[in-house]
């Protein structure tokens, strides 16, 4: 039995690696320890502990250089970053069906934590830095957000998320709703079509009612003359 937990994520960490396009941010034991915790606070706090695992790897990680390390630490970061915002997720849903949540004021001091860590792991010179810089700047700006939003009260926070659900509803209104074009075509649809002019040979100006025309015979011909 391994004596740290962060040990034996590394390792779940590296047996899933040959699976690394399904792209999962959490182990199937985090995944079965979620759907037992079906209360927001309840998987708020879940979500914070798998952070702080991730990050407590990264230490491991940053803490000796090895051969093939970078490709751990960028997984690992962009898993911790997906966790942020599951975590983000979890609040503004449950606000937004009216759900209890209690724990922002301890999320918001977890993440000030953890992000603390990861500037430092940021200050690291490494030759291999290049590899995970994007993933890790992504992270701290990630959890910067996170941790700003969790600092909210939980009613301004509602507002934010009940407006924020308001301005989605219009977007979607307005893009199923007809445009001024399509309106116009559906009226020249519904407009009877002009009738179509009967081909014919007559010339300009005559009927099928005139009769032949007749010739006087009684005047001279002029050519004769």
Same mark, same amino acid.
């Given at each position: ?95 937004? *069906?009216? &759900?209890? #949540? ?8 977890? @993440? +000030? !934590? ?5 500037? =430092? ?35 301004? *926070?509602? &507002?934010? #998320? ?8 219009? @977007? +979607? !209104? ?5 445009? =001024? ?45």
């Amino acid at each position: 039995m391994l004596r740290f937990p962060f040990l034996a994520l590394f390792f779940a960490l590296l047996g899933a690696a040959p699976a690394a396009a399904q792209r999962d941010f959490l182990t199937a034991d985090e995944v079965d320890q979620l759907r037992e915790a079906q209360a927001p606070d309840d998987r708020l706090n879940m979500y914070v502990l798998f952070a702080r695992q991730r990050v407590d790897l990264l230490g491991q990680l940053f803490a000796k250089e090895k051969t093939g390390r970078s490709l751990i630490i960028h997984d690992t970061l962009d898993q911790y970053t997906k966790i942020i915002e599951a975590i983000d997720t979890v609040v503004d849903d449950a606000l937004a *069906r009216k &759900r209890p #949540v209690t724990t922002l004021p301890h999320i918001a001091k977890e @993440e +000030r !934590e953890l992000l603390g860590k990861l500037e =430092k792991f940021s200050q690291i010179q490494a030759p291999d830095a290049e590899r995970y810089r994007f993933s890790l700047d992504q992270a701290i700006d990630t959890t910067k957000d996170s941790a700003d939003a969790s600092e909210v009260s939980v009613d301004e *926070r509602t &507002r934010e #998320v009940e407006a924020n659900e308001k301005r989605i509803e219009k @977007e +979607r !209104e307005a893009m199923s709703a007809p445009s =001024k074009d399509d309106k116009q075509q559906a009226e020249a649809d519904k407009k009877p079509a002009a009738p179509k002019k009967k081909a014919t040979l007559l010339k300009k100006g005559e009927t099928l009612d005139e009769g032949p025309v007749q010739v006087d015979s009684d005047k001279p011909d002029k050519k004769k003359e």
